[in-house]
Structure formats: C-alpha cells, structure tokens
C-alpha cells in the first residue's frame, strides 16, 4: 500500500491531486491521510485520482510538524504502507525529514519523476544546475514531490472516508497571526509566472507586471535585488537562495539572467525574457525573447493576452 | 542563550557544475567552497544579534573532513564563538542529523538553528530530522526570530501566506531570507577566527538511508526565438499553439 499526506485545509490544492497521481503511479493501492475538516464530499473526489481509501484526522489543525508526523506514522502503521508520499511543500518540508527519523525510513527529497527502471529517483540538485538519482536503502521509502512534477491525472473511481485518530497529542506551536494575501496565488505551485528584476527602476513601477500577471491568472516574483531593496515582498525572490520554482511559463523582464537567478528557474517549462540588451545572459537560457523596454512591451503583452482570451470564450 | 548553528559548506554559486567516475561523483576541480549562504546569512548572523543584545554563546557546527576548516574558520570569523566538527564525510541528511543530534543531545542548547537548505543537495531536511532525533519542535523555513526568556517567536512561511508563532525553548528553526542581513567578515574577526576553540569530534556509528546512484546534466537549451516588440500577438499565439502553456 503507498500512503499519501494531504493538506485539505483548504480544500483540494493541486499539489493534493498531483501526490496521489504519483502515488497511484507507483504501482499498489493509495490510501490518504489528511487533517482538518474538508467534507467527506470534498475528499472523495480524490478516488477520481486513485486513492481507495482516506483516513481523516480532524482533531489537529495541522499547524506542528510534531503532530502531524504522529498522524502520519500512525497512518502508515495502520495500512502497512511501504511508500509514502507527501508534496514537497512548506508542510512536506516541515514534516518528511521527521518522519524519515521517526521511521528511520529513507527520504527522497523533491523528486521530480516517477522511479527509474534501477529504483532511483531523480531530483533537482545544485539548485536545479543537474540531477542527482537517489536510491533509498531502507524497506520504507519516503519520497516529497516537488510541486509541478506531474500532472493530476483523473482515471475514475472511487473512494471511502473513514475517521481515524492518530493520536497525535497536543500541539507546541502557538499560532499568533496568519497572513494569506488576498486572490494572490502562491508562487510554488503557480503555472504561470510573471517576474521582473532591477530594470523596473523602482516599486512604482510594478503595476505593469501585476496587470499582465492578471491577465494571464499568473503570480508575482521577482530578482534578489528587488527583494533586497525592499521594493517585492521577501517570498517573491526566486533564485539560487530564493525560492525554485518551475512553471509551465517563466516571463522574465528587465532580469539580466545572472547564473544565481537562472539556478531559481532553469525547471520552467518555457522561458520568455524581455530585455533592453539584446546581449544580456538570460536571453541564452530563453524560449522566446524580446528585445525591448519592458514599459512598453508588458502594456502591449496585457493586451495582447486580453484579445486572446476574448477569442477563448 | 546557547544557540548552535549547524553550518554546511556549499560550492561557490558561480562554480561550474560537473561530474566524474561515470556521473557518479561531483567533480571538485576548481570549486570554491563557501559556507552555505542560509547558514550563514541568516542562521548564524540571526544567533549572533541575537547574542549581541542578550547574552550567551553561539556554537557552530559541521559534520565534514578537515577540508572543511577553513569554512568553520569563515563562520568563526563572521562572529561564532566555537566549533564542532563532526569527523566524517557526510554522506546524507539523515547520517548528517543524526550525528548532529547525538552531539547536542543533553548539551543544554536552547536554540538549534539551520539554514532552510544548502545550495548543492538543496534537501531542506536537516532541520526537521535533527527536530525528530531530540523530539523537539520545529518551525520549518522562518523569515523573522525573536527571542524572549524562553519564548522562541518566529514568523513562517505557509502555502500562500505568512504565520506568526510562538514555542518554548528549546526548539529546532530553519532560517530564510528576511531573518538577517549578511555581515562581512572584518580583519579583527578572521584574526580572532583562528584562535577561537575547534573540537574536532569523532561520529558514532550508523548508516545512511540514502545514496546518489549517479548524476546528469540538463539538455542545453535550443536556441531563442525572438519576437518582434511590436508584434505581442505572435507571441501570445506561440505560447498558445507551439508551447501550449496558455
Ligand atoms: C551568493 C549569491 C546568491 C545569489 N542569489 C540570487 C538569487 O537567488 N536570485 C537572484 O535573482 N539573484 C541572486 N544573486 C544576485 C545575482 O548575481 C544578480 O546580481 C541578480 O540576479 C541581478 O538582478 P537583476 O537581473 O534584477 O538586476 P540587474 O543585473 O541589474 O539587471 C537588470 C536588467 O534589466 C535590464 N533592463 C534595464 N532597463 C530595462 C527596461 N526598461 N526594460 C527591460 N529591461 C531593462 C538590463 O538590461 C539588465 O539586464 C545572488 C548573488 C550571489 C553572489
């Protein structure tokens, strides 16, 4: 049996359909394991997706590492699991390293692909610069998918909920405050994403990258040195010390394409950079280039996406 | 407070990425080698204010061959006020943790902190696993750290979002970008670097849960299309029809 971890907080994210495909994909049955109080209705739409089962915990909130980690390895107890899965997200991140030690089971962490025919499994390493294949040597294998790996794959049927109780204890993490911006989508998991770097010349001018992020439902990111300069919230920095990311579509303006930023976003499907130098590095590393000012090729780029959409309807 | 910092070397951002022995092994020709920047940006300078304004000690510490020096030198520099190194090439995260873990276990620390990954294996594993080796809490990939008697308040990231929380020492963090800013070694610190205390600690015995089997490089890049500025329809129905991303 392969065990997933979901986060159904907030309904069923991307990340949730994309780690049961994998798991499905693996070969066995998936049963899941999530916390919090998504309805039954909610959660068996995951059975469209391969899993068979679904243990709920809706006694812990999901905010301690320590607690879900007991969910989970109670979980993986119960249904006899040899593989477990969880999105290498801001929760896998937290929790997968402790269950490794918990389990003392092998952790492949941000696989990108499903396992080579030698059992390996392929992640990004050297900040996306190369791949390393990871071969666990436990019996249990934990394995974290790196958001946008694989795509959800619906191949029907049909699921049970059932309640269950890790017997997770209480949590000692307090919560003081949380802040979700507004409408914003979150950068990891986005498809489509707009950046733009220090040939934007300050924050004021920024409002031409959130239209066309608009028109396209992309998110936001930035270069170090915006980020740096205060002009773009810390979480927007993608780069080699930023955040890695790898969306089907990478828009880069006024971003020179230095080899740390490139380390953030070599994983992007298709790559498109508007520069004013036909000479600048990121045009080496592009799908699609532009050779132009960025005030007036992202206008003209909003635009063109509105007329396109129009035609869509 | 005595805080430990757990410090990994990384190759220098700019060095060329290669393989050896079949793609078995990273080829160090030529590679500079640096402290990783979240260790040392924001786990170690964040412990350094932090002792700065009240008190206590901050230990770092590396499990790694004597190679790894000059990297220890380099945080000790920075402002740490003594060493650890574990004696053994660290051959995963979990052989990495665990040995981390035994040395600490029972050493008093009231803060562990890591940086939120290393550049090179990039795992964002240590933290966590150190966390579950000395059952204590972990706040995974914090932005912010304060310190107050024995409250730890740290903002976090969380899927779309930031959340503000509090723990009770002591406790495991993972540092990110917002933190601290970098400090830049002065001449007092590298000279005081080389005469501050480095215990060099044998590991204790155990396996690895992990091996890279082998590597491989990305397929370069074809070249780039080049749109005319003036033409963004073309462009819009190439993402459309020919990438298929839109
Ligand atoms: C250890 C280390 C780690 C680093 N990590 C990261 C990281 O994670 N992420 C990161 O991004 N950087 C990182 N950097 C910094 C990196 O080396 C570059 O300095 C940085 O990426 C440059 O940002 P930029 O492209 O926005 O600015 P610049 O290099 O200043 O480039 C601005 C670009 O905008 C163009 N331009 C100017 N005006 C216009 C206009 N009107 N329209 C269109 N184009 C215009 C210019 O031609 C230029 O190419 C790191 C550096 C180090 C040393």
């Known amino acids: 049996m392969n065990l997933v971890y979901i986060n159904s907080a907030n309904g069923l994210s991307k990340a949730a359909l994309e780690t049961v495909t994998y798991a499905k994909k693996l070969g066995a049955d998936v049963a899941v394991v999530t916390n919090a109080n998504a309805s039954a209705e909610t959660l068996t739409a995951l059975g469209n997706y391969g899993a068979s089962t679904i243990l709920q915990d809706t006694a812990i909130n999901g905010q301690d590492p320590s607690q879900l980690v007991k969910l989970v390895a109670a979980a993986a107890e119960k249904v006899g699991a040899s593989t477990i899965v969880f999105?290498?997200?801001?929760?896998?991140?937290?929790?997968?390293?402790?269950?490794?030690?918990?389990?003392?089971?092998?952790?492949?962490?941000?696989?990108?692909?499903?396992?080579e025919p030698d059992g390996s499994i392929r992640v990004n390493v050297f900040s996306g610069k190369a791949f390393g294949y990871v071969r666990v040597n436990s019996n249990t294998r934990i394995i974290s998918?790196?958001?946008?790996?694989?795509?959800?794959?619906?191949?029907?049927?049909?699921?049970?909920?059932?309640?269950?109780?890790?017997?997770?204890?209480?949590?000692?993490?307090?919560?003081?405050?949380?802040?979700?911006?507004?409408?914003?989508?979150?950068?990891?998991?986005?498809?489509?994403?707009?950046?733009?770097?220090?040939?934007?010349?300050?924050?004021?001018?920024?409002?031409?990258?959130?239209?066309?992020?608009?028109?396209?439902?992309?998110?936001?990111?930035?270069?170090?040195p915006v980020a740096d300069i205060g002009w773009r919230p810390h979480h927007e920095h993608v780069g080699q010390t930023?955040?890695?990311?790898?969306?089907?579509?990478?828009?880069?303006?006024?971003?020179?394409?230095a080899i740390q930023h490139l380390a953030g976003v070599?994983?992007?499907?298709?790559?498109?950079?508007?520069?004013?130098?036909?000479?600048?590095?990121?045009?080496?590393?592009?799908?699609?280039?532009?050779?132009?000012?960025?005030?007036?090729?992202?206008?003209?780029f909003t635009e063109a996406v509105k007329r396109f959409k129009a035609t869509q309807h | 407070m005595n805080i430990l910092v757990c410090i990994s070397k990384a190759p220098d951002t700019t060095s060329k990425i290669a393989f050896t022995n079949g793609n078995t092994q990273f080829d160090e020709n030529g590679v500079q080698y640096i402290v990783n920047p979240y260790d040392e940006w924001y786990a170690?300078?964040?412990?350094?204010?932090?002792?700065?304004?009240?008190?206590?000690?901050?230990?770092?510490?590396?499990?790694?061959?004597?190679?790894?020096?000059?990297?220890?030198?380099k945080a000790l520099a920075i402002?740490?006020?003594?060493?650890?190194?574990?004696?053994?090439?660290?051959?995963?995260?979990?052989?990495?943790?665990?040995?981390?873990?035994a040395y600490a276990e029972g050493k008093g620390f009231d803060l562990i902190l890591t940086g939120k990954?290393?550049?090179?294996?990039?795992?964002?594993?240590?933290?966590?696993?150190?966390?579950?080796?000395?059952?204590?809490?972990?706040?995974?990939?914090?932005?912010?750290?304060?310190?107050?008697?024995?409250?730890i308040s740290c903002e976090r990231e969380i899927v779309g979002?930031?959340?503000?929380?509090?723990?009770?020492?002591?406790?495991?963090?993972?540092?990110?970008?917002?933190?601290?800013?970098?400090?830049?070694?002065?001449?007092?610190?590298?000279?005081?670097a080389r005469t501050k205390p480095l215990t060099v600690v044998a590991p204790v015995a155990l396996d690895a849960l992990t091996t890279y089997s082998s590597y491989s490089l990305p397929a370069a890049k074809s070249s780039v299309k080049l749109i005319d500025p003036n033409n963004l329809d073309e462009l819009v129905a190439l993402l459309h029809n020919e990438a298929k991303v839109i």
């Open chain 1, 87 to 115: 999105s290498h997200d801001l929760i896998g991140k937290a929790v997968a390293p402790r269950l490794s030690v918990r389990l003392k089971a092998g952790l492949v962490a941000g696989a990108v692909a499903l396992p």
């Open chain 1, 145 to 224: 998918l790196l958001p946008n790996s694989i795509q959800p794959e619906q191949i029907g049927g049909n699921c049970s909920v059932e309640a269950f109780d890790g017997q997770a204890g209480s949590s000692n993490i307090v919560v003081k405050a949380t802040k979700k911006p507004e409408g914003a989508i979150p950068l990891p998991e986005a498809e489509l994403v707009v950046s733009a770097g220090r040939g934007l010349k300050g924050p004021e001018n920024w409002g031409v990258v959130e239209d066309l992020a608009t028109a396209l439902g992309a998110a936001t990111a930035c270069s170090r």
């Open chain 1, 242 to 257: 930023g955040v890695a990311i790898r969306p089907n579509l990478y828009i880069a303006a006024g971003i020179s394409g």
């Open chain 1, 266 to 300: 070599n994983g992007s499907k298709v790559i498109v950079v508007i520069n004013t130098d036909a000479e600048a590095p990121f045009f080496k590393a592009a799908d699609y280039g532009i050779v132009g000012d960025a005030f007036e090729v992202l206008p003209r």
């Open chain 2, 44 to 73: 170690l300078v964040r412990a350094l204010e932090l002792k700065e304004a009240q008190g206590g000690n901050v230990t770092i510490i590396t499990v790694g061959g004597a190679a790894d020096d000059a990297v220890i030198r």
């Open chain 2, 79 to 101: 402002g740490a006020d003594d060493a650890v190194r574990i004696d053994a090439s660290a051959t995963d995260a979990y052989f990495t943790a665990m040995q981390i873990a």
């Open chain 2, 117 to 151: 990954e290393t550049i090179d294996y990039n795992g964002s594993q240590v933290g966590g696993m150190l966390a579950e080796a000395l059952n204590l809490p972990y706040i995974a990939i914090a932005t912010k750290l304060d310190v107050a008697g024995s409250t």
């Open chain 2, 161 to 192: 979002g930031v959340q503000e929380v509090e723990v009770q020492a002591p406790a495991v963090v993972s540092c990110a970008k917002g933190m601290a800013e970098q400090r830049i070694p002065n001449m007092r610190g590298i000279m005081a």
